[in-house]
């Protein structure tokens, strides 16, 4: 069982910047894929970013690019996503994914059948 846990969320005024990570431990062998999601209240869940483990790719939601980057370092199964340029409309509870599968679908699909933390609440006050 793989255990992912969201840290670095909080509130900071619109223009500023916040660092999340995602930590996943328990049976993360095999590990390839890890990623961010969020969800703003009465709104669906929104994919925001994911890399391969490996950082050869990394892929962003078109409403983050250019503001938020993905990044992992050398601890492993560890992800941090930087946000810069921070807008209110990024307030939202962000959760981490992570997933050993490569194939079935997009990268949200892949994330989506994996494990998940408990999220952590980024507010972006006007």
């Known amino acids: 069982q793989v255990r992912v846990v969201e840290s670095g969320g909080g509130l900071v005024q619109a223009g500023g910047s916040l660092t999340l990570s995602c930590a996943a431990s328990?049976?993360?062998?095999?590990?390839?894929?890890m990623g961010w999601f969020r969800q703003a209240p009465g709104k669906e869940r929104e994919f925001v970013a994911a890399m391969h483990i490996s950082r050869t790719y990394t892929y962003y939601g078109d409403s983050v690019k250019g503001r938020f980057t993905i990044s992992r370092d050398n601890a492993p199964n560890t992800v941090h996503l930087q946000m810069n340029s921070l807008k209110p409309e990024d307030t939202a509870i962000y959760y981490c994914?992570?997933?050993?599968?490569?194939?079935?679908?997009?990268?949200?699909?892949?994330?989506?059948?994996?494990?998940w933390g408990q999220g952590t609440q980024v507010t972006v006050s006007a």
């Open positions: 994914a992570a997933t050993k599968t490569n194939i079935g679908g997009s990268i949200e699909t892949l994330l989506s059948r994996g494990s």
């Open positions: 328990g049976d993360t062998y095999g590990t390839l894929f």
